[in-house]
């Protein structure tokens, strides 16, 4: 084929897609945008050499853009591009040496370039410009309509603009290259400020869910601009997946991705493998054939354009032993940076952070759940007694696993009166569960079919736990209640407890006084009993301490602001009503709280 032929103007230059001149080419920040800086150099060519048109001429695989330009006729002007069928710079990128050309149209290398005929180029004097390490990322050049016989002067003077110009080129690389630095110091600054917060983050709650929401918001933006979090169960398939974006508008498209993903990996997913093998998956270059090839939705795909995928890395979520519970998925958009080796050892340090998380949230999912069923074991069935009504809750405290020591009671005597009991055993393990219930059964065993007065029986409760060496101190309240014409008659002794609160029908609240030493102590003291009468309507509550009792105030003001919930309540609360009210308020509870309350009917 001849140089002149009509495939001339297809041949590629190689030096154009170079990898290493377009990341310098990207480097300096520039596009067909005007740059004054750039613009003065194009001037002064022009005015030096007395030329029409003067370009400062970038060249990347595909066009050439003007960042400096003079004297460019319209569209051109406008636009400051060209595509390489229109470029004569893009052979100074080739031959890295001057091209100097009198008449363009009588050289076989580029008389068939569009620029001559739709640019009116004739005359052309480029010269290279290059970045520090001598590439050539385009040209200084000179143009003129009409032939021209181009001096020395006119060379050494356009190589000594080009020569300037580079070093402008050159001073943009190294601005571009510090910032680029500096971004990345305090990005490894706030990975490490990240992952040295990580453990205390993920450690601060025992929920599963909450600790993946915390990961996932940990890590997006600053390590991806989306996320994915996918855990397994006992067979190893997909139980659950939670995203977050960075843009908040895409919050239903992800969950959307998230609900189809679970159950919707095809055989060659990536996520699937790094699920299978324990090893992570990085593309540090992806698109949407990606999403295709790994899914078997196709729905999936279209989403995926919409949350914008460019690179992605995904590692495996190891338990104790290496056993692989999850993945974490990292996703960057089209334009964000490809990941690297240093986001996969962060990406690995955050899996096996978040295996420890959810492996242990997992662990105390399950140890809760066993010391609620002990603790809910324990506690008794209301009676049902004619002329009162009974209502009672147990609840243990939030985020802990530990059986609780707070218990409740009522049973109904042959003689037709009803005991009731609430007490706290101190600790809260199942040594302190183990005791309470062995507590809760003296109490029973001690007043069952007795007629003596309450406080005689918590003397004798306080006998009992001496001589049987129940190892703990105790707090309790003991009631005898006894139907008569004129409502309830409420007889109680206080060890150590607090008191119990009278609800009046009318909606008024009074604490009943009278409180005593704890049980258990080494010498038994003396009881004192008390009497109260429940009017029909009257509400009688036993609580523990959980109700009221907060590290960041005195149990006092605890106390203050249940009477005045209960007043702010109203009168006329049915019982059931009442206890949950009183335990949706103690939200975040720091202590177990029961609750026994009854009412004269």
Known sequence: MSEDGPARATVPIPALSDRDRLRSLAETDLDAVADESFDRFARLVGDLLDVPVALVSLVDADRQFFPGAAGLPEPWADRRQTPLSHSLCQHVVDIEMPLVLP?????????????????????????????????????????????????????????????????????????????????????????????????????GTLDVATAVDRLAHAMVPLLADWCLITLVDPAGRPRSVTGVHRDTDRGSDLARFALLLTTNLG?????????????????????????????????????????????????????????????????????RRGFDDS???????????????????????????????????????????????????????????????????????????????????????????????????????????????????????????????????????????????????V????????PPLVIRVDGTVSVATGRGPLLGLARPPRRTGRTLLLAPGDTLLLHTDGLIERRDQPIDEGQAELLQQITDGGPGVPLNLLCDRLLAAADRREDDVALLALRAA
């Open 267 to 335: 055989p060659a997913s990536q996520i699937r493998a790094v699920l299978r093998t324990g090893r992570p998956v990085m593309r540090g270059a992806a698109d949407l054939d990606d999403v295709a090839r790994g899914t078997t939705e196709p729905e999936l795909v279209s989403l995926a354009e919409r949350l914008g995928v460019g690179s992605h890395l995904t590692v495996p979520i190891t338990a104790a032993g290496g056993r692989v519970i999850g993945a974490v998925t990292l996703v960057n958009r089209p334009g």
């Open 491 to 498: 007889s109680w002794c206080n060890a150590g407890h607090p």
């Open 103 to 203: 008449d363009a149209r009588l050289y076989p290398r580029v008389r068939l370039n569009l620029a001559i005929k739709d640019l009116g180029v004739v005359a052309y004097a480029g010269m290279p410009l290059t970045d520090l390490d001598g590439r050539v990322l385009g040209s200084l050049c000179a143009i003129d309509s009409k032939p021209r016989a181009w001096t020395g002067e006119q060379m050494r003077t356009l190589a000594d603009l080009a020569a300037a110009c580079s070093s402008e080129l050159r001073l943009r690389i190294a601005l571009r290259g510090a910032e680029g630095a500096r971004r990345r110091a305090e990005e490894a600054h706030d990975r490490l400020a990240m992952l040295a917060g990580m453990s205390e983050m993920l450690g």
């Open 343 to 489: 986001d996969l050892r962060t990406a690995q340090d955050l899996g096996v952070r978040a295996g420890q998380a959810v492996g242990n949230s997992r662990l105390y999912g399950e140890q809760r759940h066993v010391a609620e069923v002990l603790q809910h074991s324990m506690l008794p069935t209301l009676p049902a007694v004619p002329g009162m009504e009974l209502a009672a809750r147990y609840l243990p405290a939030a985020d802990r696993v530990e059986v609780g020591g707070d218990w409740y009671d009522a049973f109904v005597q042959p003689d037709g009166e009803l005991v009731a009991a609430i007490g706290d055993v101190a600790g809260h393990d199942i040594e302190a569960a183990a005791t309470m219930g062995q507590l809760r059964n003296l109490v029973r065993g001690n007043a069952y079919g007795r007629v003596d007065p309450v406080e005689k029986l918590v003397a004798h409760l306080d006998r009992a736990m001496g001589g049987l060496r129940v190892p703990t101190v105790a707090t309790a309240v003991l009631a005898r209640v006894r139907p008569t014409a004129d409502g309830l008659l």
